[in-house]
C-alpha cells in the first residue's frame, strides 16, 4: 500500500507542476496580449487623430456624396486633387505645375484679380472674389457685347437706311440734273437763236418800227428768265442732295461714337512674349518664346508691367537682349532697368519691328539723332533701315494701304539756293541744293500719306522705346 501511495503522490505532483506551468504560460501570453492590445489601441487613436485631421467622421461617412464615386486604384485624396487641377485648368486655361492646392488657389487668385484689374471703370466690381466669379464676368462681357452688338447692328441698320435714301436721292438728283442740263442746253440753245435774231433785228432797227423791237426784246427777256429759272431748279436739287450727304456724314458720326476708330498704333501695343521666371544674380531673365516663334541671339525687347497699359511714348521699364534660344523658350540678358520697379513674372515684351507670324511694312523718311544732343546723324536713316531689315521687317519707298508703320525723323534741312559764286567754287551746290529740296517735299508727302491712311508714325526716341533699342542706340553714335 505504500508504494501504491508514493505513486498517487507522484501524479498529483506532476499534475500540481502542470497546472502551474501552464498558468504562468498563460499569464506570460495574457501580459504580451496586453502589451500588444495597448501598442494597437495606441495605433488606432494615432490612426484615428491622423484620419480626423484629413476629415471628419461625418465628412468620411458621406464621401460618395461629397467626392463622388470612387475611381479604381485611386486614393480619395489623389481623387480631389485631380478635381481641382481640372477646375484650375477650366478656370485658367492651362494645366498647373506639380505644386500643392494651397500654391495652385493661389496662383488661380493671383489671376483672378489681374484680370480683374483689366476689367473697364465702368463695369462694377467687389474686392471679394466670391462676389463676382469668372462665369460672372464671362457672363457680364457676354450681355455687354450683344447689348452693343444690337445697338451696332441697330445703328447699322438706320445707316443702311439712310444710304439707301440718299442712293435714291442721288440716283434722282442726277436725273433731275440731266433733265435740267438738257433744258438748259435747250434753253440756251434758244437763247442763242434770240439773241442771234436779235442782233440781225437791231441791224433793221431803222427799217422796224419802235413797237417790233420791243416785242422782240420781250422775247428775249423772257428766254433769259426761263433760264435762270432752269438754274434755280438745279441749284434747289443741289440743295437737297447737300442736306442729304450732311444726314449720312451725320449717322456715320454717331456710329463712330458708338464703335469708335480704333487706335491708329494698337498693333504696336501687343505684346510680343512675357516673363517667365528672372535671376537677379546674373542679370538675365526667361521669356516663353523660343526658336518655334522665330527668335533669334541679338533680338532685342522693351519690357512692361504686367499691370499697367503701355506708354503712349513707348518708355519702358526695361529693355533685354536675347543671347540664348530653345525651341519654346529664350535667355535675355538685362540691358537697362528700373530700381524702381523691377522686372517681374508675368511681364509684357514688345519688339515694333519682330513678328513671329508676318513681316511688318515700313516707311522711313527724315534725318535722325540717335543721342537726342541736336545734332543729326549721316548715316541715321541707314541705321534705322538695318534695323529693321536685320529683324525681319521690309522696307519700302512710299506709302501704301498695305504699310505697317512709318518712321519719321526731324524734316530734312533744306539748303540755300547757292549763287554763282558758290556754284564756281563748288560745282555739285545746286544739286545739293535740289537733292535737300526733294528730300524735304518726300518727307512732308510721306508724313500727309501715312495721316490720310491712319498708317502709325513713329519719332526717332518712341521707335527706339518700341523696339527696346534705346539705351544702345544712346550709346552707339
Known amino acids: 500500500m505504500a508504494v501504491a501511495h508514493q505513486g498517487h503522490s507522484n501524479t498529483m505532483l506532476y499534475t500540481v507542476i502542470t497546472f502551474v506551468a501552464l498558468f504562468l504560460v498563460a499569464a506570460v501570453c495574457a501580459v504580451v496580449f496586453y502589451i500588444k492590445a495597448e501598442d494597437w489601441r495606441n495605433e488606432f487613436l494615432a490612426n484615428q487623430q491622423d484620419t480626423s485631421e484629413?476629415?471628419?467622421?461625418?465628412?468620411?461617412?458621406?464621401?460618395?456624396?461629397?467626392?463622388?464615386?470612387?475611381?479604381?486604384?485611386?486614393?480619395?485624396?489623389?481623387?480631389?486633387?485631380?478635381?481641382?487641377?481640372?477646375?484650375?485648368?477650366?478656370?485658367?486655361?492651362?494645366?498647373?505645375?506639380?505644386?500643392?492646392?494651397?500654391?495652385?488657389?493661389?496662383?488661380?487668385?493671383?489671376?483672378?484679380?489681374?484680370?480683374?484689374?483689366?476689367?473697364?471703370?465702368?463695369?462694377?466690381?467687389?474686392?471679394?472674389?466670391?462676389?463676382?466669379?469668372?462665369?460672372?464676368?464671362?457672363?457680364?462681357?457676354?450681355?455687354?457685347?450683344?447689348?452693343?452688338?444690337?445697338?451696332?447692328?441697330?445703328?447699322?441698320?438706320q445707316l443702311d437706311n439712310l444710304q439707301e435714301?440718299?442712293?435714291?436721292?442721288?440716283?434722282?438728283?442726277?436725273?433731275?440734273?440731266?433733265?435740267?442740263?438738257?433744258?438748259?442746253?435747250?434753253?440756251?440753245?434758244?437763247?442763242?437763236?434770240?439773241?442771234?435774231?436779235?442782233n440781225q433785228l437791231r441791224e433793221l432797227m431803222n427799217k422796224k418800227s419802235t413797237e417790233q423791237v420791243q416785242t422782240l426784246a420781250q422775247q428775249r427777256d423772257d428766254a433769259i428768265a426761263e433760264k435762270d429759272k432752269s438754274r434755280q431748279e438745279l441749284l434747289a436739287t443741289m440743295s437737297k442732295l447737300s442736306i442729304t450727304q450732311n444726314r449720312l456724314k451725320d449717322a456715320l458720326s454717331r456710329l463712330e461714337i458708338l464703335k469708335p476708330r480704333p487706335m491708329e498704333d494698337i498693333s504696336a501695343y501687343q505684346p510680343d512674349g512675357h516673363i517667365i521666371s528672372i535671376d537677379i544674380s546674373t542679370n538675365i531673365v526667361f521669356i516663353d518664346i523660343g526658336s518655334e516663334d522665330k527668335v533669334y541671339p541679338g533680338l532685342t525687347f522693351s519690357v512692361y508691367d504686367k499691370n499697367a497699359p503701355v506708354p503712349t511714348d513707348g518708355t519702358s521699364k526695361a529693355e533685354i537682349e536675347v543671347f540664348d534660344v530653345d525651341k519654346n523658350t529664350a535667355i535675355a540678358r538685362i540691358?537697362?532697368?528700373?530700381?524702381?520697379?523691377?522686372?517681374?513674372?508675368?511681364?509684357?515684351?514688345?519688339?515694333?519691328?519682330?513678328?513671329?507670324?508676318?513681316?511688318?511694312?515700313?516707311?522711313?523718311?527724315?534725318?535722325?539723332?540717335?543721342?537726342?544732343?541736336?545734332?543729326?546723324?549721316?548715316?541715321?536713316?541707314?541705321?534705322?533701315?538695318?534695323?529693321?531689315?536685320?529683324?525681319?521687317?521690309?522696307?519700302?519707298?512710299?506709302?501704301?494701304?498695305?504699310?505697317?508703320?512709318?518712321?519719321?525723323?526731324?524734316?530734312?534741312?533744306?539748303?540755300?539756293?547757292?549763287?554763282?559764286?558758290?556754284?564756281?567754287?563748288?560745282?555739285?551746290?545746286?544739286?545739293?541744293?535740289?537733292?535737300?529740296?526733294?528730300?524735304?517735299?518726300?518727307?512732308?508727302?510721306?508724313?500727309?500719306?501715312?495721316?490720310?491712311?491712319?498708317?502709325?508714325?513713329?519719332?526717332?526716341?518712341?521707335?527706339?522705346?518700341?523696339?527696346?533699342?534705346?539705351?544702345?542706340?544712346?550709346?552707339?553714335?
Do not use: C, H
Not at 436721292?169 to 434758244?190: D, F, H, N, V
Not at 504699310?403 to 534741312?413: E, I, S, W
Not at 547757292?418 to 518726300?442: C, F, H, Q
Open 165 to 198: 435714301e440718299y442712293d435714291i436721292a442721288q440716283r434722282g438728283a442726277t436725273e433731275r440734273e440731266e433733265e435740267l442740263r438738257t433744258k438748259i442746253t435747250a434753253e440756251q440753245e434758244r437763247a442763242d437763236s434770240v439773241q442771234q435774231s436779235y
Open 335 to 477: 540691358n537697362k532697368s528700373s530700381r524702381k520697379s523691377p522686372i517681374v513674372e508675368g511681364d509684357a515684351i514688345i519688339n515694333l519691328i519682330w513678328d513671329s507670324k508676318a513681316t511688318n511694312r515700313f516707311v522711313v523718311a527724315g534725318d535722325f539723332d540717335f543721342d537726342d544732343d541736336g545734332e543729326v546723324e549721316n548715316d541715321g536713316a541707314l541705321k534705322i533701315k538695318q534695323l529693321i531689315e536685320n529683324w525681319g521687317g521690309k522696307i519700302e519707298d512710299v506709302v501704301t494701304i498695305d504699310t505697317d508703320f512709318v518712321v519719321l525723323g526731324v524734316p530734312p534741312a533744306v539748303k540755300k539756293k547757292p549763287t554763282l559764286d558758290e556754284i564756281e567754287i563748288d560745282p555739285m551746290a545746286v544739286d545739293k541744293y535740289e537733292l535737300s529740296m526733294k528730300d524735304s517735299e518726300r518727307y512732308q508727302d510721306v508724313k500727309n500719306q501715312a495721316k490720310d491712311l491712319y498708317i502709325p508714325m513713329f519719332g526717332t526716341k518712341r521707335f527706339l522705346n518700341f523696339i527696346g533699342y534705346e539705351s544702345i542706340a544712346t550709346g552707339v553714335k
Open 54 to 157: 484629413l476629415a471628419s467622421p461625418a465628412q468620411i461617412r458621406n464621401l460618395p456624396t461629397l467626392i463622388g464615386q470612387k475611381n479604381r486604384n485611386e486614393s480619395r485624396v489623389a481623387q480631389l486633387l485631380g478635381y481641382i487641377d481640372k477646375l484650375y485648368v477650366l478656370f485658367v486655361g492651362i494645366a498647373p505645375q506639380d505644386t500643392s492646392a494651397e500654391v495652385k488657389l493661389s496662383g488661380a487668385e493671383s489671376k483672378y484679380k489681374d484680370a480683374l484689374a483689366k476689367l473697364p471703370k465702368d463695369m462694377i466690381v467687389v474686392d471679394d472674389p466670391n462676389g463676382l466669379g469668372a462665369i460672372s464676368l464671362i457672363e457680364m462681357y457676354d450681355s455687354k457685347f450683344t447689348q452693343t452688338q444690337q445697338s451696332a447692328d441697330d445703328l447699322q441698320k
